[in-house]
Structure formats: C-alpha cells, structure tokens
T-cell receptor
Framework: AQTVTQSQPEMSVQEAETVTLSCTYDTSESDYYLFWYKQPPSRQMILVIR??????QNATENRFSVNFQKAAKSFSLKISDSQLGDAAMYFCAYRRPPGSSNTGKLIFGQGTTLQVKP | DTGVSQDPRHKITKRGQNVTFRCDPISEHNRLYWYRQTLGQGPEFLTYFQNEAQLEKSRLLSDRFSAERPKGSFSTLEIQRTEQGDSAMYLC??????????????FGPGTRLTVL
C-alpha cells in the first residue's frame, strides 16, 4: 500500500521570503501522480500543483514549484515570495495512474501548517 | 459552474442518531469521492462513485455508513447510530475523467459533524 509522510507539522516564513515544505512517499509503482493541495482555515481545499512521475521536469505554477526526486521518493513544495494569503494547511497527496482498476482516490499526508509572518 | 457544494455545513447530533449529508458535484463531473478528515490530519478516502455506480469502499466505511449517488448526480452519505468517533469533517470531491486522462479533484467545503 502506498503511504505519504509529511514530517513538518508546522512551518513559518516571513512575508516575501521562500519556504520549502517536505513530503516523502512510499510506493512500488513506477507510474503515479503527486499533488500539493492547500486548505486555508475554514475554507475548501484547492489544488496547488501536480506532478506526473514519468516527467523528469519539475512542475511550476507561478510562485509555486516542486522538487521531485523519484529515486528518493521525495516531493517538496517551494513557495517563493510568500504572501499572507499563503497561510494554510498544505497536504501532499499520491494517486495511482489511470487504469481500469484504479479509482483515482487520493492518499494524503498528515499536512503541514504554514504560518506567514508580516 | 459554482463548484462542489455540500449541505449542511455543520451538524451537531447526539450519539445514536442517524445523519445524512448531501454533496452536489460540479455539473457533468462523472466521478465523486467522499473523504473523512479528523482535526489536524489529512483526508482519508471513504468511497468513490463513477456515475451512479459505487466502485470502491474503504475499510474505514463500517456497516453504519452508506452512500448513494442516484442518477449519477448528487450524492448522499448516511451514518446510522452515530458514535463519538464519527466526529470529523466529511469532504466531497468531484472530477471529470474520460479514457486515461488524468482528472483533477475539486473539493467541496465539507460538512463538519459533531457527535455529542
């Protein structure tokens, strides 16, 4: 069974600075998808960024980028130029690749609470 | 397109009572998921529908839990004889997938259940 681990329960960053959130996962599959989701306080979860395992290039979405190390099974999220609105709980998630027997359910880590200081 | 909606947003009930939650996915989304999230933890998968068919149920889903998605549109999650351990946020997500394309799951705001 696949597992996702986020070892940093809480992180803080100064506004305009850069912060990196860590995520490791365990799987025996060679093809899969990894995600970072953001859950602001009392608000719904939204997708931040996605990475396909077969792609060597790290995904980037504006100020958000990932460092995907497939051999190390590591998937960290870097937030550049942090803003107050980035304060939230961040979840790393794993998903098996599309296939007849794969439902697409997400397997989440425990989450990292990010505080942004003005 | 107003996103995934869930009703109610909050529910307080007494132990032993039955509760039902509703999820309205984004229109034309053929996949619907239910997750449960306890305080300070990541969501855990409960069950999944493709159209009206319930194709997977987690072992977390005891016999007291039942989910339906009639006509492949909205979905309901019922918990019978609630227990204090059922207190959690229940999240619904929907997505649209064709063939082998990778779909993105869009989450609703959740229903927070408190069992007294």
């Amino acid at each position: 069974a696949q597992t996702v681990t986020q070892s940093q329960p809480e992180m803080s960053v100064q506004e305009a600075e850069t912060v990196t959130l860590s995520c490791t996962y365990d799987t025996s599959e060679s093809d899969y998808y990894l995600f970072w989701y953001k859950q602001p306080p009392s608000r719904q979860m939204i997708l931040v960024i996605r990475q396909e395992a077969y792609k060597q290039q790290n995904a980037t979405e504006n100020r958000f980028s990932v460092n995907f190390q497939k051999a190390a099974k590591s998937f960290s999220l870097k937030i550049s130029d942090s803003q107050l609105g980035d304060a939230a709980m961040y979840f790393c998630a794993y998903r098996r690749p599309p296939g007849s027997s794969n439902t697409g359910k997400l397997i989440f880590g425990q989450g990292t609470t990010l505080q942004v200081k003005p | 397109d107003t996103g995934v909606s869930q009703d109610p947003r909050h529910k307080i009930t007494k132990r032993g009572q039955n509760v039902t939650f509703r999820c309205d996915p984004i229109s034309e989304h053929n996949r619907l998921y239910w997750y449960r999230q306890t305080l300070g933890q990541g969501p855990e998968f409960l069950t999944y529908f493709q159209n009206e068919a319930q194709l997977e149920k987690s072992r977390l889903l005891s016999d007291r839990f039942s989910a339906e998605r009639p006509k492949g549109s909205f979905s309901t999650l019922e918990i019978q004889r609630t227990e204090q351990g059922d207190s959690a946020m229940y999240l619904c997500a929907s997505s649209f997938r064709t063939g082998v394309s990778t779909d993105t799951q869009y989450f609703g705001p959740g229903t927070r259940l408190t069992v007294l």
